[in-house]
Protein backbone atom coordinates (compact mmCIF):
# COMPACT_ATOMS: atom_id res chain seq x y z
CA UNK A 1 0.00 0.00 0.00
CA UNK A 2 1.34 3.09 -1.03
CA UNK A 3 1.18 6.29 0.97
CA UNK A 4 -1.48 8.62 -0.21
CA UNK A 5 -2.90 12.02 0.28
CA UNK A 6 -6.57 12.78 -0.47
CA UNK A 7 -6.62 16.68 0.27
CA UNK A 8 -3.65 18.10 -1.11
CA UNK A 9 -1.77 19.92 2.46
CA UNK A 10 -1.50 23.36 1.49
CA UNK A 11 -4.89 23.09 0.05
CA UNK A 12 -5.44 24.63 3.09
CA UNK A 13 -8.56 27.63 3.02
CA UNK A 14 -6.91 30.38 5.42
CA UNK A 15 -10.50 30.97 5.94
CA UNK A 16 -11.02 27.58 7.75
CA UNK A 17 -12.72 25.68 5.27
CA UNK A 18 -14.81 22.76 7.87
CA UNK A 19 -13.51 20.07 4.92
CA UNK A 20 -10.71 17.38 6.25
CA UNK A 21 -7.71 15.89 4.83
CA UNK A 22 -6.54 12.44 4.63
CA UNK A 23 -3.32 12.00 5.82
CA UNK A 24 -2.25 8.09 5.25
CA UNK A 25 0.54 7.03 7.08
CA UNK A 26 0.52 3.87 5.40
CA UNK A 27 3.22 1.35 4.00
CA UNK A 28 1.97 -1.53 5.78
CA UNK A 29 5.32 -3.51 5.81
CA UNK A 30 6.85 -1.50 8.07
CA UNK A 31 6.82 -2.23 11.96
CA UNK A 32 6.25 1.21 13.03
CA UNK A 33 4.06 3.93 12.77
CA UNK A 34 0.94 1.64 12.49
CA UNK A 35 -0.40 1.27 9.27
CA UNK A 36 -3.47 3.56 10.22
CA UNK A 37 -5.16 6.86 8.09
CA UNK A 38 -4.49 9.96 10.25
CA UNK A 39 -7.15 12.65 9.47
CA UNK A 40 -6.23 16.07 9.93
CA UNK A 41 -8.66 18.99 9.72
CA UNK A 42 -7.93 21.16 7.18
CA UNK A 43 -8.92 24.16 9.55
CA UNK A 44 -6.06 23.45 12.39
CA UNK A 45 -4.13 26.50 11.48
CA UNK A 46 -7.56 28.44 13.44
CA UNK A 47 -6.89 26.39 16.31
CA UNK A 48 -5.42 27.77 19.71
CA UNK A 49 -2.42 28.25 21.05
CA UNK A 50 -0.51 26.04 23.75
CA UNK A 51 2.34 27.92 23.79
CA UNK A 52 5.48 28.47 21.53
CA UNK A 53 8.75 27.39 20.81
CA UNK A 54 12.75 27.78 19.61
CA UNK A 55 14.95 25.28 18.08
CA UNK A 56 18.49 26.24 17.41
CA UNK A 57 20.91 24.21 15.24
CA UNK A 58 20.28 22.40 12.38
CA UNK A 59 16.25 23.20 12.54
CA UNK A 60 16.93 26.60 13.51
CA UNK A 61 13.53 27.63 13.77
CA UNK A 62 10.31 29.01 15.85
CA UNK A 63 6.86 27.05 16.43
CA UNK A 64 3.78 27.40 17.69
CA UNK A 65 1.74 24.65 19.02
CA UNK A 66 -1.82 24.40 18.60
CA UNK A 67 -4.47 22.53 20.03
CA UNK A 68 -8.32 21.37 18.62
CA UNK A 69 -10.94 21.96 21.19
CA UNK A 70 -10.53 18.70 23.20
CA UNK A 71 -6.29 19.86 23.40
CA UNK A 72 -7.36 22.96 24.61
CA UNK A 73 -10.15 21.02 26.90
CA UNK A 74 -7.70 18.71 28.52
CA UNK A 75 -4.82 21.42 29.08
CA UNK A 76 -6.76 23.88 30.78
CA UNK A 77 -8.72 20.97 33.06
CA UNK A 78 -5.69 18.85 33.26
CA UNK A 79 -6.71 15.72 32.37
CA UNK A 80 -4.66 13.15 31.27
CA UNK A 81 -4.55 10.90 29.26
CA UNK A 82 -5.76 12.84 26.40
CA UNK A 83 -9.13 11.97 25.10
CA UNK A 84 -9.61 10.06 21.54
CA UNK A 85 -9.94 13.03 18.89
CA UNK A 86 -7.46 15.26 20.84
CA UNK A 87 -4.86 16.44 18.36
CA UNK A 88 -2.06 18.39 18.64
CA UNK A 89 0.03 20.28 15.70
CA UNK A 90 2.87 21.62 15.73
CA UNK A 91 3.86 24.53 13.18
CA UNK A 92 7.20 25.74 12.86
CA UNK A 93 9.06 28.54 10.26
CA UNK A 94 12.48 29.69 10.04
CA UNK A 95 14.02 31.90 12.49
CA UNK A 96 14.46 34.77 10.83
CA UNK A 97 16.17 37.81 12.06
CA UNK A 98 13.91 40.98 11.56
CA UNK A 99 16.50 44.09 10.08
CA UNK A 100 12.91 46.06 10.96
CA UNK A 101 12.62 45.51 14.09
CA UNK A 102 16.36 45.51 15.12
CA UNK A 103 16.31 49.26 13.49
CA UNK A 104 12.79 50.11 15.85
CA UNK A 105 14.86 48.50 18.73
CA UNK A 106 18.45 50.23 18.19
CA UNK A 107 20.00 46.92 17.74
CA UNK A 108 20.16 43.57 16.67
CA UNK A 109 17.81 41.34 18.84
CA UNK A 110 14.77 40.30 17.39
CA UNK A 111 13.57 37.16 15.45
CA UNK A 112 10.13 36.41 13.49
CA UNK A 113 8.65 33.71 11.63
CA UNK A 114 9.94 33.14 8.32
CA UNK A 115 9.59 30.06 5.58
CA UNK A 116 7.58 27.59 6.94
CA UNK A 117 9.07 24.64 7.17
CA UNK A 118 6.87 21.56 8.36
CA UNK A 119 3.78 20.58 10.15
CA UNK A 120 3.95 17.56 12.74
CA UNK A 121 0.60 16.12 13.72
CA UNK A 122 -0.23 13.83 16.92
CA UNK A 123 -3.87 12.22 16.85
CA UNK A 124 -5.31 10.85 19.84
CA UNK A 125 -6.76 7.44 19.42
CA UNK A 126 -6.18 4.78 21.40
CA UNK A 127 -7.81 1.82 19.76
CA UNK A 128 -6.10 2.50 16.13
CA UNK A 129 -2.67 3.48 17.65
CA UNK A 130 -2.57 1.67 20.34
CA UNK A 131 1.12 0.24 19.70
CA UNK A 132 2.39 4.02 19.84
CA UNK A 133 1.07 5.04 23.19
CA UNK A 134 -2.60 6.00 21.50
CA UNK A 135 -1.07 8.52 19.26
CA UNK A 136 -0.94 8.45 15.44
CA UNK A 137 1.96 10.72 14.59
CA UNK A 138 1.81 12.40 11.17
CA UNK A 139 4.24 15.27 9.15
CA UNK A 140 3.98 17.60 6.32
CA UNK A 141 7.28 18.84 5.02
CA UNK A 142 7.19 21.34 2.24
CA UNK A 143 3.86 20.88 1.50
CA UNK A 144 4.26 17.08 1.23
CA UNK A 145 3.30 14.41 3.90
CA UNK A 146 6.16 12.56 5.22
CA UNK A 147 5.75 8.42 4.57
CA UNK A 148 6.04 5.97 7.28
CA UNK A 149 9.68 5.82 6.54
CA UNK A 150 10.08 9.40 8.31
CA UNK A 151 7.96 8.91 10.76
CA UNK A 152 9.28 5.69 12.40
CA UNK A 153 11.43 7.86 15.06
CA UNK A 154 8.44 9.87 16.36
CA UNK A 155 7.00 7.28 19.08
CA UNK A 156 10.86 6.50 20.68
CA UNK A 157 11.34 10.72 20.59
CA UNK A 158 7.83 11.16 22.97
CA UNK A 159 8.50 7.92 25.25
CA UNK A 160 10.87 9.75 27.70
CA UNK A 161 7.54 11.66 28.85
CA UNK A 162 5.23 9.34 28.57
CA UNK A 163 3.70 10.14 32.11
CA UNK A 164 2.48 12.86 30.34
CA UNK A 165 0.80 10.87 28.17
CA UNK A 166 3.85 11.49 25.21
CA UNK A 167 3.32 15.35 25.15
CA UNK A 168 5.98 17.33 25.37
CA UNK A 169 4.67 20.88 25.06
CA UNK A 170 3.71 22.89 28.52
CA UNK A 171 0.19 25.02 28.01
CA UNK A 172 2.00 28.92 28.30
CA UNK A 173 -0.29 30.41 30.56
CA UNK B 1 -8.15 60.39 36.63
CA UNK B 2 -6.24 57.73 37.73
CA UNK B 3 -5.70 54.50 35.72
CA UNK B 4 -8.29 52.42 36.51
CA UNK B 5 -8.97 48.49 36.19
CA UNK B 6 -12.44 47.46 36.44
CA UNK B 7 -12.01 43.91 35.87
CA UNK B 8 -8.69 42.45 37.37
CA UNK B 9 -6.49 41.25 33.96
CA UNK B 10 -5.53 37.47 35.38
CA UNK B 11 -9.03 36.75 36.62
CA UNK B 12 -8.88 35.71 33.03
CA UNK B 13 -10.71 32.30 32.50
CA UNK B 14 -8.99 29.77 30.71
CA UNK B 15 -12.15 28.47 29.65
CA UNK B 16 -13.10 31.74 28.00
CA UNK B 17 -15.63 33.75 29.59
CA UNK B 18 -16.90 35.88 27.67
CA UNK B 19 -17.06 39.06 29.96
CA UNK B 20 -14.72 42.02 29.10
CA UNK B 21 -12.59 43.77 30.81
CA UNK B 22 -11.81 47.74 30.82
CA UNK B 23 -8.17 48.95 30.96
CA UNK B 24 -7.60 52.53 31.38
CA UNK B 25 -4.82 54.51 29.77
CA UNK B 26 -6.14 57.42 31.64
CA UNK B 27 -4.24 60.43 33.39
CA UNK B 28 -5.89 63.43 31.02
CA UNK B 29 -2.70 65.38 31.98
CA UNK B 30 -0.38 63.71 29.54
CA UNK B 31 0.14 64.01 26.38
CA UNK B 32 0.56 60.34 25.11
CA UNK B 33 -1.11 57.96 24.67
CA UNK B 34 -4.80 59.76 24.09
CA UNK B 35 -7.00 59.59 27.05
CA UNK B 36 -8.85 57.09 26.38
CA UNK B 37 -10.34 53.73 27.74
CA UNK B 38 -9.37 50.42 26.30
CA UNK B 39 -11.72 47.62 26.50
CA UNK B 40 -9.86 43.89 26.04
CA UNK B 41 -12.55 40.57 25.59
CA UNK B 42 -10.90 38.44 28.73
CA UNK B 43 -10.87 35.57 26.08
CA UNK B 44 -8.13 37.17 23.85
CA UNK B 45 -6.07 34.09 25.14
CA UNK B 46 -8.33 32.24 23.07
CA UNK B 47 -7.68 34.01 19.68
CA UNK B 48 -6.12 32.98 16.71
CA UNK B 49 -2.71 32.97 15.88
CA UNK B 50 -0.74 35.33 13.50
CA UNK B 51 2.48 34.95 14.19
CA UNK B 52 5.35 33.75 16.53
CA UNK B 53 9.18 35.79 17.53
CA UNK B 54 11.75 35.75 19.43
CA UNK B 55 13.51 38.78 21.25
CA UNK B 56 17.02 38.25 22.28
CA UNK B 57 18.90 40.55 24.91
CA UNK B 58 17.45 42.45 28.01
CA UNK B 59 13.56 41.12 26.64
CA UNK B 60 14.72 37.29 26.33
CA UNK B 61 11.79 36.30 25.20
CA UNK B 62 9.28 34.17 22.86
CA UNK B 63 6.25 36.08 21.66
CA UNK B 64 2.82 34.62 20.45
CA UNK B 65 0.94 37.37 18.20
CA UNK B 66 -2.83 36.93 18.24
CA UNK B 67 -5.57 38.32 16.73
CA UNK B 68 -9.99 38.54 17.27
CA UNK B 69 -11.49 37.73 13.94
CA UNK B 70 -11.69 41.09 12.08
CA UNK B 71 -7.19 41.13 12.63
CA UNK B 72 -7.71 37.74 11.21
CA UNK B 73 -9.87 38.47 8.48
CA UNK B 74 -8.06 41.33 7.62
CA UNK B 75 -4.98 39.36 7.41
CA UNK B 76 -6.01 36.76 5.70
CA UNK B 77 -7.83 39.05 2.86
CA UNK B 78 -5.50 42.05 3.09
CA UNK B 79 -7.53 44.53 4.18
CA UNK B 80 -5.53 47.46 5.48
CA UNK B 81 -6.30 49.65 7.40
CA UNK B 82 -7.55 47.21 9.84
CA UNK B 83 -11.54 47.91 10.74
CA UNK B 84 -12.23 49.30 14.01
CA UNK B 85 -13.13 47.11 16.49
CA UNK B 86 -9.53 44.95 15.60
CA UNK B 87 -7.54 43.99 18.31
CA UNK B 88 -3.85 42.66 18.34
CA UNK B 89 -2.45 40.79 21.20
CA UNK B 90 1.18 40.37 21.70
CA UNK B 91 2.11 37.76 24.29
CA UNK B 92 5.07 37.17 25.73
CA UNK B 93 6.90 34.66 27.89
CA UNK B 94 10.63 34.20 29.27
CA UNK B 95 12.97 32.17 26.79
CA UNK B 96 13.87 29.53 28.95
CA UNK B 97 16.06 26.42 27.83
CA UNK B 98 14.35 22.71 28.03
CA UNK B 99 16.94 20.41 29.50
CA UNK B 100 14.26 17.89 28.88
CA UNK B 101 13.77 18.35 25.32
CA UNK B 102 17.83 19.01 24.39
CA UNK B 103 18.10 15.50 26.04
CA UNK B 104 15.60 14.08 23.38
CA UNK B 105 17.49 16.24 20.68
CA UNK B 106 20.84 14.97 22.18
CA UNK B 107 22.16 18.39 22.38
CA UNK B 108 21.24 21.39 23.91
CA UNK B 109 19.06 23.74 21.45
CA UNK B 110 15.52 23.63 22.47
CA UNK B 111 13.87 26.64 24.54
CA UNK B 112 10.43 26.92 25.69
CA UNK B 113 7.91 29.64 26.97
CA UNK B 114 8.63 30.44 30.80
CA UNK B 115 6.68 32.49 33.08
CA UNK B 116 4.99 35.26 31.18
CA UNK B 117 6.22 38.51 30.91
CA UNK B 118 3.49 41.16 29.88
CA UNK B 119 1.15 41.17 27.25
CA UNK B 120 0.71 44.20 24.80
CA UNK B 121 -2.26 45.00 23.24
CA UNK B 122 -3.16 47.55 19.95
CA UNK B 123 -7.14 48.64 20.13
CA UNK B 124 -7.70 50.18 16.55
CA UNK B 125 -10.71 52.94 16.87
CA UNK B 126 -10.23 55.67 14.29
CA UNK B 127 -12.22 58.58 16.23
CA UNK B 128 -10.92 57.74 19.41
CA UNK B 129 -7.35 57.13 18.92
CA UNK B 130 -7.01 59.85 15.73
CA UNK B 131 -4.16 60.93 17.27
CA UNK B 132 -1.84 57.54 17.42
CA UNK B 133 -2.41 56.58 13.82
CA UNK B 134 -6.16 55.08 15.05
CA UNK B 135 -4.36 52.72 17.52
CA UNK B 136 -4.91 52.45 21.19
CA UNK B 137 -2.30 50.73 23.08
CA UNK B 138 -2.44 49.23 26.50
CA UNK B 139 -0.12 46.87 28.37
CA UNK B 140 0.01 44.12 30.92
CA UNK B 141 3.03 43.54 33.05
CA UNK B 142 3.29 41.09 35.78
CA UNK B 143 -0.86 41.12 35.98
CA UNK B 144 -0.80 45.05 35.91
CA UNK B 145 -1.99 47.66 33.71
CA UNK B 146 0.88 49.80 32.41
CA UNK B 147 -0.05 53.67 32.74
CA UNK B 148 -0.16 55.81 30.11
CA UNK B 149 3.63 56.97 30.97
CA UNK B 150 4.68 53.61 30.51
CA UNK B 151 2.62 53.68 27.18
CA UNK B 152 4.07 56.64 25.87
CA UNK B 153 6.26 55.44 23.46
CA UNK B 154 3.95 52.85 22.00
CA UNK B 155 3.04 55.17 18.95
CA UNK B 156 6.47 56.70 18.17
CA UNK B 157 8.04 52.97 17.85
CA UNK B 158 4.92 51.64 15.58
CA UNK B 159 5.06 54.78 13.14
CA UNK B 160 8.26 53.83 10.97
CA UNK B 161 5.81 50.58 9.72
CA UNK B 162 2.64 53.06 9.13
CA UNK B 163 1.89 51.76 5.70
CA UNK B 164 1.75 48.29 6.78
CA UNK B 165 -1.31 50.50 9.16
CA UNK B 166 1.34 50.65 12.24
CA UNK B 167 1.52 46.96 12.57
CA UNK B 168 4.95 44.92 12.68
CA UNK B 169 3.81 41.65 12.38
CA UNK B 170 3.47 39.49 9.54
CA UNK B 171 1.29 36.41 9.02
CA UNK B 172 3.13 33.39 9.19
CA UNK B 173 1.54 30.73 7.03
New interface residues.
Given amino acids: MKSTLVVVFWALS??GIAASMRLSSAQADRAAPPNAAIEIPVEY??W??I???????D?ND???V?GNDLV??AY?EDIRPFPDGAIIAR?A?R?VA?E??N???G?A?????GA?TNVQFMVKDEAKFASTGGWGFAQVTDGKPVDAAGLATCYA?HL??KERDFV???Y??
Avoid: I, K, Y
Wanted: positive net charge.
Fill in positions: LTRDRLSVAHEEGLLRALMQRLWHSENAVFRQSFVAPCPVFTHAP
